[in-house]
């Protein structure tokens, strides 16, 4: 079954950055969107941006002005570029895709820890 892999995850501290990626086995212009989301332990599963197939970006309040998402049409890939972290920043984080109403077109990989120390 094809899956999204998620890497770049890592430790890092407080007010330090961490790059993202998130493989998409097909073409991103097949999707309304790619996404990435984060799970802390214990709390749900948080959309944190996302990218639609125009180009146009969307931030969660927490993250926005921190943190940029991109892609590179070429390779079918999207990135998380994270900076000035936070420890409330600490989660698993995974990407998936978007298509009409159906915001986890793929299963759930595994995701990328990012463990970020105050």
């Known amino acids: 079954q094809r899956q999204l892999v998620e890497s770049g995850g890592g430790l890092v501290q407080a007010g330090g950055s961490l790059r993202l990626s998130c493989g998409v086995p097909e073409n991103i212009f097949n999707f309304n969107a790619i996404a990435w989301y984060r799970q802390a332990p214990g709390k749900q599963r948080e959309l944190v941006a996302d990218i639609n197939v125009g180009g146009r970006t969307n931030y969660a309040d927490s993250v926005a002005g921190r943190f940029t998402i991109s892609r590179d049409n070429s390779i079918n890939t999207v990135y998380l570029q994270m900076n000035n972290l936070k420890p409330e920043d600490t989660a698993v984080y995974y990407c998936?895709?978007?298509?009409?109403?159906?915001?986890?077109?793929?299963?759930w990989g595994q995701g990328t820890q990012d463990t970020v120390s105050s």
């Open positions: 998936n895709a978007r298509l009409l109403s159906k915001t986890d077109y793929f299963a």
